[in-house]
């Protein structure tokens, strides 16, 4: 079974295009399979398995997935944290036309091609329809205003990625939530990227890009009080799930965070082995940039699987339900309050006035124009990101850059020394440019990959990724991932995997920036 959202990008508003749902990636079964097991034999005194190879070890299931959505209002709703951690209960607020429901809880990985693991169950929960969206004029922000419906219990379960799944008889929908890591010490961490989620959801009617006027009517400031639209985990389960389950597969040591842990406590990266960036981060508060540019400066890896990361700014504001509920980006920084008074927390794109700060200062790359639709071109095959990927300068992976992309511009401020690993011609708004993925490392032994794409992570879903995308691309970036995540997990990849500054030999384009006002 494979769920697939249909992809549409029209200025910088980004629909999901990569397939959701299904087994290994998209692959066939057992292209990925772990070894056979050998003849019966008593257990090695060894020590135990790590997290999460063990809790992915335990049987999975595919039950995790939608069996329907049912009409609009059959069932939705929303957490009233973004993460907890391991044994914190939070609360559910649910709306439904149905007279009862259940909440499944299930746990995202690998789980021998499952993909997920049930954890927990609720009984039958009494339903009811909740009140109307409510709404704040001026920053045109929707709320839902619902009372809980239930408290959810995490006692005994794994730090993870989580979806909750609301079942009825007349239809299902999800609730992601993270269960955090107390710690990052010498592990990866996984960043999920809630607040670009956020800025995406038209839950109401209003989202960061529009609301029904278009994007004079936008919102200003969106609330986590509110169910997400849709399924309620697209955006999750397009950008988030398929590195998620690869790396729970290759038994990369992993710890999980948000983006909303990270603006509210910086140092939680502090001796991180690695930070990963999903499929689509762009949405930072002042605190989070802080911090990931800190922990790269003390030798933690990043690696950007997306494009157009860490380009807009935001900042927080609290809700009846806590801190940090509530994302401000006015985007224009002339209509935000602080202009003139702290110019250092207005809400535009990163790179622009009043007091700019551009992404590739820690990216490498800049995000340039969308939408486009091209292959991905292969420019520096004897890195060893590419290593047993068997690819050679000129191999291309048709489909796999864009809808959005990134590409090291001179023009910009970048790190050197910088690698350009991928270039890819394509044109833009009638403009030739190129794509890049780009490696670079720093002082500190620090090693920083950016994809130069949005589908690369999609990529991983093979064919179901559409787009012209195939099972080369698939291998390819598997491959390359899978090369990336195990040096990345060992330490400052810079100390044992310098790069090997090659700008000066690659040909140049005009420094344009074509970008959408939204």
Not at 105 to 126: C, D, F, K, M, Q
Not at 331 to 337: F, Q
């Amino acid at each position: 079974m494979v769920a697939v959202i249909a992809g549409l990008v029209t200025g910088a508003l980004f629909l999901p295009a990569c397939g959701l749902a299904g087994n290994s990636h998209g692959l066939s079964a057992g292209q990925h399979a772990s070894s056979a097991p050998g003849h019966p034999r008593k257990a090695p005194a060894t020590r135990p398995r790590p997290f999460p190879a063990a809790e992915n070890a335990k049987p999975g299931t595919t039950a995790w997935m939608l069996a329907g959505q049912g009409a609009p209002d059959a069932i939705e709703g929303y957490a009233d944290h973004v993460s907890v951690l391991p044994g914190q209960a939070f609360r559910l607020y649910v709306s439904t036309t149905a007279a009862d429901f259940q909440v499944q809880a299930y746990r995202v990985g690998w789980y021998g091609g499952s993909e997920g693991r049930l954890i927990w169950s609720s009984g039958s929960v009494p339903g009811q329809v909740q009140a109307p969206a409510g709404f704040t004029a001026g920053v045109n922000m929707v709320t839902a205003p619902w009372h809980p419906s239930l408290t959810v219990p995490t006692t005994g379960w794994p730090e993870g990625a989580y979806l909750l799944k609301l079942v009825t008889s007349s239809g299902q929908r999800y609730v992601p939530i993270t269960v955090r890591s107390a710690s990052t010490a010498g592990k990866v961490v996984i960043l999920e990227g809630v607040t670009t989620w956020q800025a995406y959801n038209l839950w109401g009617g209003y989202d960061l890009y529009s609301g029904p006027q278009g994007f004079a009517d936008r919102s200003r400031e969106v609330s986590f009080d509110r169910p997400f639209a849709d399924n309620g985990a697209q955006w999750f389960l397009s950008f988030d799930q398929p590195p998620i389950a690869q790396a729970e597969r290759d038994g990369v040591p992993l710890a999980y965070e948000t983006d909303v842990d990270l603006d509210e406590n910086p140092s939680i990266l502090n001796g991180s082995r690695a930070v990963i960036s999903l499929g689509h981060d762009e949405y930072y508060s002042a605190p989070m940039r802080t911090a990931l540019l800190d922990v790269r400066n003390a030798g933690t890896n990043i690696a950007f699987f997306g494009a157009n990361a860490m380009y807009r700014h935001i900042r927080f504001a609290s809700s009846a339900l806590g801190a940090d509920r509530i994302e401000i980006c006015y985007k224009v920084a002339t209509e935000d309050p602080l202009y003139g008074v702290d110019d250092s927390q207005t809400t535009q794109d990163w790179r622009d006035p009043p007091d700019p700060r551009p992404e590739s200062v820690i990216t490498g790359v800049f995000y340039e124009c969308n939408p486009v639709s091209d292959a991905y071109v292969v420019y520096d095959p004897g890195n060893w990101i590419f290593a047993g990927t068997g690819v050679r300068q000129g191999t291309s992976f048709p489909g796999m850059v864009g809808p959005e992309y990134d590409r090291v511009n001179p023009a910009a401020p970048i790190p050197r020394p910088i690698e350009v690993l991928a270039h890819s011609p394509l044109t833009c708004d009638g403009i030739a440019s190129y794509s890049d993925s780009a490696y670079y490392t720093t002082p500190s032994g620090a090693g920083v990959f950016a994809s130069g794409t949005m589908r690369w992570v999609c990529a991983m879903r093979g064919p179901s990724c559409g787009h012209g995308v195939g099972v080369a691309a698939e291998d390819f970036v598997d491959r390359a991932t899978l090369n990336l995540l195990r040096v990345f997990a060992a330490g400052p990849a810079g100390l044992t995997h310098p790069a090997h500054d090659n700008l000066a030999a690659v040909k140049p384009v005009p420094g344009f920036t074509s970008e959408d006002p939204s």
